[in-house]
């Protein structure tokens, strides 16, 4: 038996990657009488457009995941595996994982996407990336260390490189990490950190783009631009990161900036299997689908999410769909459908988007947001911020302790979340020992 699991006469889908439209797509088939396989290497469900409040420390990474098991309890025939993906053999419809391998009827790829370092070793070796609960830990555990060692140390060049904090990308989750960190510099560094001068704490925001947010409105990039500004955040448009050597991100323009915090948002790339051909994958390594999602030019081989792109389809989006929640999730729903219609030998329905909207929170009462109807910015964006995302965190404790913890931290900005947990010694803790090694023998 593949996994432990019994096939029997069903149809059994295997669906890789729990994220938004992966769990979309094992919900609206658990009542169809198929067999579902959901596999993925983490045993949870993680709410990505909060990980940035775990990075600055704001919130426990248990409050925004939810256990795959646990969602799963009541359904009949989906089975969980954690598991990672190796491969797809579309020759004999077979997964192969770190555990073993397993057959299937359909396969459906969500695995999303992953951190594009446009092939900037350098780059990808000393930044940070931000795309899980574990990274968005380590981006913590770093900026928290780096201001432990900046008050003890003695040698001002020192102090600043572990105070500066540079986030690169102007989209919306650099946006508001910029706006997060400048508000723990503003709010939690005279708390916590009385005996360091607060002011000597640097945001930085790089974007190459002329603006932040290119997805939304001019006039929405412009506020947020106006919010940061206003926050002390420093922000760079038009400029783009070369290299980081020395502790020191390389801009384009011969420019330089002092860190050993560097956090990259700047893009993602769709994640690869191998037993896929460069031929399948489009622009941003994304598998290119047609209106149903199948994988062209291969069979009962599906992609949703930002693992796939589905040009000259959808009239409003003829280069592809945004790399957003709602397009996976609106794409999981539907794929459900057209799995049970092409069951019963009914016509399949082409995808098309219904934009339900963006929004990006700079900080407190600060929020850009867009809907069709209309666009609002600050205290009222901010709040449909709030009651949006707050909507779609699974699990009723997880809401009620977000929402508390919001609450409590609006009133007071004192969280007791600036905890440094390491497994072990990371490489960024090893990277600062060596350097006051080196320090106190000069």
């Known amino acids: 038996m593949d996994f432990n699991i019994e096939k029997g006469d069903q149809k059994r889908i295997v669906i890789v990657g729990g994220g938004f439209g992966g769990l979309e797509l094992a919900k609206n088939l658990r009542k169809t009488g198929m067999q579902i396989v959901l596999i993925d290497k983490h045993n949870y469900h993680q709410f990505q457009p909060l990980i940035y409040q775990v990075a600055s420390a704001g919130m426990e990474p248990s409050s925004i995941s939810f256990p795959y098991r646990r969602i799963f309890q009541k359904y009949k025939n989906l089975y969980f595996r954690l598991a990672e993906v190796k491969q797809i053999d579309v020759k004999n419809k077979t997964v192969i994982t770190s555990i073993g391998n397993v057959s299937y009827d359909y396969v459906v790829l969500a695995a999303g996407a992953t951190s594009n370092f446009f092939g900037n070793k350098e780059i990808e070796k000393g930044s940070m990336a931000m795309k899980s609960l574990s990274e968005a830990a380590r981006i913590r555990n770093t900026v928290l260390a780096n201001i432990e060692r900046a008050i003890t140390t003695e040698d001002p060049v020192f102090r600043q490189e572990l105070l500066n904090i540079v986030v690169v990308g102007g989209g919306a989750t650099g946006v508001e990490l910029a706006g997060v960190m400048s508000e723990m510099k503003k709010t939690i560094l005279p708390r916590d950190y009385p005996e360091l001068d607060a002011s000597l704490m640097n945001v930085y925001l790089i974007q190459g783009d002329n603006r932040l947010l290119p997805a939304m409105a001019p006039e929405s990039s412009q506020k947020a631009i106006d919010f940061l500004r206003s926050m002390g955040v420093n922000v760079i448009l038009s400029k783009f990161v070369n290299d980081y050597k020395n502790h020191k991100v390389m801009l384009n323009d011969g420019s330089s900036i002092a860190t050993r915090s560097l956090i990259w948002v700047s893009g993602i790339i769709g994640v690869a299997f191998e037993g896929l051909e460069k031929e399948h994958y489009g622009r941003g390594r994304r598998l290119i689908v047609d209106g149903y999602n199948r994988v062209i030019g291969l069979e009962?081989?599906?992609?949703?999410?930002?693992?796939?792109?589905?040009?000259?389809?959808?009239?409003?989006?003829?280069?592809?769909?945004?790399?957003?929640?709602?397009?996976?999730?609106?794409?999981?729903?539907?794929?459900?459908?057209?799995?049970?219609?092409?069951?019963?030998?009914?016509?399949?329905?082409?995808?098309?988007?219904?934009?339900?909207?963006?929004?990006?929170?700079?900080?407190?009462?600060?929020?850009?947001?867009?809907?069709?109807?209309?666009?609002?910015?600050?205290?009222?964006?901010?709040?449909?911020?709030?009651?949006?995302?707050?909507?779609?965190?699974?699990?009723?404790?997880?809401?009620?302790?977000?929402?508390?913890?919001?609450?409590?931290?609006?009133?007071?900005?004192?969280?007791?979340?600036?905890?440094?947990?390491r497994a072990g010694r990371d490489k960024t803790e090893e990277e600062i020992q060596q350097a006051v090694q080196q320090k106190d023998s000069n």
């Open 300 to 421: 009962d081989v599906y992609a949703i999410g930002d693992q796939c792109i589905m040009p000259n389809v959808d009239k409003a989006y003829s280069g592809g769909h945004p790399q957003l929640a709602q397009v996976a999730i609106q794409q999981g729903k539907l794929l459900a459908k057209n799995l049970i219609r092409e069951q019963k030998g009914k016509k399949l329905k082409t995808f098309q988007y219904k934009n339900l909207g963006s929004m990006a929170t700079i900080g407190r009462n600060k929020a850009v947001a867009e809907f069709s109807l209309f666009k609002t910015q600050g205290f009222i964006a901010w709040v449909l911020w709030l009651v949006v995302h707050l909507r779609s965190i699974l699990g009723i404790r997880n809401r009620i302790v977000v929402l508390l913890n919001w609450l409590w931290n609006y009133v007071n900005y004192n969280q007791s979340l600036r905890l440094i947990f």
